[in-house]
């Protein structure tokens, strides 16, 4: 079960971007919207659950939450989001999802094709490379006791756990899973540093320092446009190239 997870490195930089760039209160807003309108009341949607998370995370007033929620169901007028996800590539022939909450869709598509255009990608069709992505929870922490963490993580039916070669450990979860993972985790004193249901590609595309220059400058743009909600890809770039970037 030790190993590296190409998840962390990607995932860490991006955490430092996200506290850097913060994600705005609008986007959140948006997910809440979405999730409380398709999955219904918080005890039977764990969309709503881990996105109320995030929000809370991001210090969102509790008030704020509640309205949003009223509005996924219906109970506040607000607008009509739809969630629309975009595929297509990025240099070195990487592969790329881009998923979107969107109240105008031509807007956002031509948002989404100027940034691959100018960043040397291109979009493409429906499902071109969402097959190489599987949905999978990731709950993550700094050095911590192994043993304990492995224990209580496998009997809650965890499917596997990684120890980094930095020492961060990280679990692997199915998405139905994720929440029971966690909270017994969590109930055992175990607080993780990060933890989220993510797309993982089944393999991954080495760039070197020029090439993942370039392509961060596509995943920053991609993820800056207020559209975006998440940006998945399969690059894998090393510590050393992450380091100087």
Partial sequence: ??????????????GAQDAKRGKTFTKLIKEIVIAAKTGGAIENNPSLRMVIDKALAANMKRDTIEN????????????????????????????IMVDCLSDNR?????????AFSKHGGNLDT??????????????????????????????????????NNNGCIDVITTPEDFFTIKDA??????????????????????LNLATAEKFMKLIDHL????????????ADISDEVMSQL
């Avoid at 949003?68 to 592969?95: M, P």
């Avoid at 031509?106 to 100027?114: A, E, F, G, K, Y």
């Avoid at 949905?135 to 993580?153: L, P, R, T, V, W």
């Avoid at 809650?156 to 990684?162: C, R």
């Fill in 185 to 206: 985790l969590t109930t055992a004193g175990l607080e993780p540093n990060h933890a989220e249901v993510t797309m993982e590609p089944a393999s991954r595309v080495e």
């Fill in 126 to 163: 429906d499902g071109s490379v969402s097959y190489l992505f599987t949905k999978q929870g990731f709950i993550s922490f700094e050095a911590s006791d192994e043993d304990q963490i492995m224990e209580i993580a496998l009997d809650a039916g965890a499917q596997d756990i990684i120890t």
């Fill in 223 to 234: 993820e800056d446009l207020d559209d975006t909600q998440e940006v998945y890809h399969n």
């Fill in 68 to 95: 949003a929620v009223k509005r996924g169901s219906g109970d506040l007028d607000g607008d009509n989001y739809e969630e629309i996800r975009y595929e297509g590539y990025g240099l070195g022939g990487t592969a």
């Fill in 1 to 14: 079960m030790a190993g590296h997870s190409k998840w962390h490195n990607i995932q860490h930089r991006k």
């Fill in 106 to 114: 031509n807007r956002t598509v031509s948002d989404v094709r100027h």
